[in-house]
């Protein structure tokens, strides 16, 4: 049965480009150009998953985000031009289950979408979580990065699965410490943000742009659902 997909984007040519190039992978793509659309749409037929542009000409796309979980699970991936962490941040506190950047290519669009409706589906294996190339094993205590063991001692690993368990909330520094001392880790040091740089190290493309682990300031850190 083809999977219908909503695309909410008013950029037509992209629309068109996203629609054409899914539809030639099996999938079924209608378009909204305006988040009022979008939300009609959604609320009269039933999607496989959303596509939602963060910038649209009348709603803002965090509150079409806002309105849509309010009712309904579908898979959401976001797609943002902006750049400021925050918002990729926001969306996926209201439920997004990933974002994408643009310009994108669209094998990675392709891609991160089968990743959200494959999870929709409970198709993963309960001990493993999967973000794109990563992946993290609770019951072997190994993150993989493509199949590499990421090299964590236990009390990275720990603090890896407590965020990756949480993906889109902000952790402060003191949850996370009272979160470990819950896991009989007490020997584990006060330096959070020194173990947070040391598993960027292992499972960032380019530690000093982050993309999976983000700082909030002031507040914290937040693991991202992202799926590169």
Known sequence: M???ILLIEDDAKLAGMVRDYLGESGFDVTIAGTGKEGLTLQKKRVFDALLLDLSLPD?????VCRTVRANDSVPILMLTAKGDPMDRVVGLELGADDYLPKPFEPRELLARLRSILRRGKGEDRADIMRFGRLEIDTRSMEAR??????????????LLEIMAKAPGRVLSRDYLMDQLRGGNLA???RSIDVHISRIRAEVEENPKRPRRVLTVRGAG???ARTQD
Not at 145 to 158: E, V
Request: net charge negative; glycine share 8%; hydrophobic share 40%.
């Open 2 to 4: 083809t999977q219908q």
């Open 59 to 63: 709603i803002d796309g965090l509150e």
């Open 145 to 158: 990065i493509d199949g590499r063991i990421c090299a964590l001692t236990t009390h990275q690993f720990k």
């Open 187 to 189: 020997a584990f040091d």
């Open 221 to 223: 850190y937040v693991f």
